[in-house]
């Protein structure tokens, strides 16, 4: 089994931070510009196009709002 899987472009892969952690990787990229989602038993990064606008959706469907 893979530990990881890395593609030109996209990162599969945990990688190990020293300030957050092991962060397991759904990202265009591992270094710059990663949103680290920390749900509590793990920790994801993610690289959203828009993440002023994914934190918005985000956080108005945490509160309930938009559907």
Do not use: H
């Not at 759904?26 to 993610?46: E, F, H, M, P, Q």
């Amino acid at each position: 089994m893979w530990a990881s899987l890395g593609l030109p472009g996209f990162a599969l892969t945990s990688v190990l931070y020293s300030d957050a952690g092991r962060v397991f990787m759904c990202s265009t990229r591992v270094a710059n510009g990663v949103l680290v989602i920390d749900t509590g038993k793990r920790k994801y990064g993610i690289s959203p196009r828009d993440e002023d606008g994914f934190i918005a959706a985000l956080t108005a469907r945490l509160r309930g709002g938009a559907q």
